[in-house]
């Protein structure tokens, strides 16, 4: 049987006319798309889209309800799913409806828990049997909606409230243990203190702040997010950024890639008092962030990709500069992880701690290294490629035992691959120009890209409207699959292991509250 | 053979900690433009090339007045000084950016074409925090840019411990905050609360376009504008996000610890430190 049987299919970075999507009654999409994920398929994006309405639309500074992303009038749901091993995807949705209720997916696959939480905040339709069902990153008032926390009831058990504001430099977040002692029972991760309300302002777009609210959705996520949102804009037009600009693109990503790598083999290091690697990765992070700022003046990669290609090139003299220096950072990287790897004190505190089992990984539809660290295969690169990557790939990288040992060796073996990966691409450029006028975005199409970021799959959902501006704008960053996996790992550990456990994620904040 | 190994690596790298402020500033990468200068005396009449081309918004041109460009919300891409026509605005590679004032940041009026950077805390303050701040920082809707690089004047190139700068866990034990991000609604109250926190006298840092005017969030019902509609900020660091070294600066600046040092522009192409 085809796996895409049903839905239809589509390739990464490409898009459909709306009216070629399959609609079924929201029961029977339910159906369908459960169906497709038991045949080994993945759920990449589930969303509302509001039916269009004939009253005047809203600017975006006018406050919550507005047509396409939030309302309370008919919507339709889209499901976009992965058949990673069959490099295909495949979209659906339903016809549109106004009741308050559908049949959930998560009772039939948890993969969908927060995606429909997300469209019950956003349109108040709510997935009928859903066992905990709250807000997901709504504000009221000055602070987010969090909602009734799980509690383990016993006496001996006690609860510890960690966040908003967080010892470390780092973003919000709060996190609620239920404890036996120093053993965590469970752990709910809320989040929504970071939102910023970008898929509603996007709405009507592109807006003049889109591009730069694309590279800040997850800061240390630059190159993913724009790469992805600048491929669908290419393919709404109809067109791809020139060879070159998808080249440099690659080059930007894996850059990215190795900083936050880096800093995060640093950090773990630093959590279990491992001085060396933890001095010596903080300053290497910077000198992989220099590499980019080499390459476009900023430290992030801002300003470097634009829809229909990039704004700065790598002329041949900048890229000796960049494979020199890329060539004594790589080798100090060796050294620290080399530290890392022999300190039997840093083993000892990596082993066994903080597991998720490939068939908790893979129920959840985690991504990314640390689906990776849990033995599963599966990286947009390698799966989906588009752009560059459908002429290099970097080789997988993939550990098996899905403890803080197993995502930090996955890290450090993409460091070396993507310092590989440079090396072989930075001394092979193509030919051309990069950058295209792009020419307008179709109307009534669903574009979908997904670009593996460095903590996994980047994915950007567009439709348009008659007139080619976005309808609905959906953004899943790989923290949206993920951190439910951080809130797995911590079952039975120990409540001083957290801190090891979280930063062996290192999920963002932002690009999950938007 | 792990000890060996460490040392010998250790002799050989030598001390990773740059000269500045003593010595010269490590460059900026040569397509960072660093601090802007707007001469809206070089402006043509009716010109507002400028304009449309800010994704933020920064800049305005009233009939009959000069241009103002507002560097609190500037994300420093540099789409305007390519759009000008009159190089009325150009990119001046200074990295320092820091004020005291939200005002300072506007530029473009006579004597007003280049920022009007911070100056020192009064003697008072100085006394007290001159020579030991303690920060607590706030990420309120970052991104995780300026958090990452206010982060990194901790590592060992940057070593903000050898001014006596550091980031401490607890507000109580802070004497003032570093606030990143346009202030989400979401952290309104945990900002509020977080500065109530600290005991006074205590001073607070703006970092970043989004802290110091909403940035690309700008006009963003889910988030407050800045920091400043919720706590009092004594000093201002422009970017997106501002290099560690315009973070240094400011942070040096406020304490008064630059008093006397040259402005420390450095031969290009040297490498920077991590």
New interface residues.
Partial sequence: MNAADNLAPIANATSIPWAEVPEWPVADLVRVVADALTRNGRLCSWFGVAEPTAGPALSHAEGPALSGVEGEGAIRLVAVVAFDAENTLAVGRSLPFSEEKYPALTLLNHQAHLFEREVWEQFGVEPEGHPWLKPVRRTAGNAPANGEFFRVDGGEIHEVAVGPVHAGVIEPGHFRFQCAGEEVIHLEIALGYQHRGIERALAGGPHRATMAQMETASGDTTIGHATAYATVLESLAGTEAPLRAQWLRAIALELERLACHTGDLGALAGDVAFLPTSSACGKIRGDFLNLSALLCGNRFGRGLVRPGGCRHDLEPERAKTMLARLETHLADAEQAATWLWDAASVRARFENVGCVYPQQAAAIGMVGPAARASGLVRDVRYDHPAGWHRFAQAPVAVWSGGDVLARARVRWLEIQRSGQFLREQIATPPEGGIRDELAPAAPDSLAVALVEGWRGEVCHVALTDAAGRFRRYKITDPSFHNWTGLALALRNQAISDFPINNKSFNLSYCGFDL | ??VL??IT?RLKAGC?TMAYPDGPAPAL?????GALRVDGAKCADGCTACV?V????AIAREAGKPVALDLGRC????ECVAACPSKAIVQTRDHRLAVRRREDLVLGAPGQEELRLAAALDAQMKKLLGRSLRL?????????????????L????WDLGRFGIQ?V???RHADGLIIT??V???????L?K?WDAVPGPKIAIAVGA?AISG?????????CQGADSVVPIDLYIPG??P??LTILDGLLRIIGRLEGKAAGEAPDGK????
């Fill in positions: 053979m792990f190994d460490t690596h990773a990468p040569d397509r960072h433009g449309p800010c994704p933020t918004e994300l420093f891409c540099g607590r920082q706030v990420s309120a809707g970052g991104c995780g840019a300026c958090e990452a690089d206010i982060n990194v901790g590592t060992i190139g980031y866990a607890s507000p991000g346009p989400s609604k979401g952290m309104e109250l945990a509020k977080t989004c940035g690309p969030f700008v006009g963003h019902a889910e988030t997106c996000p290099h560690p490498v920077m430190a991590g």
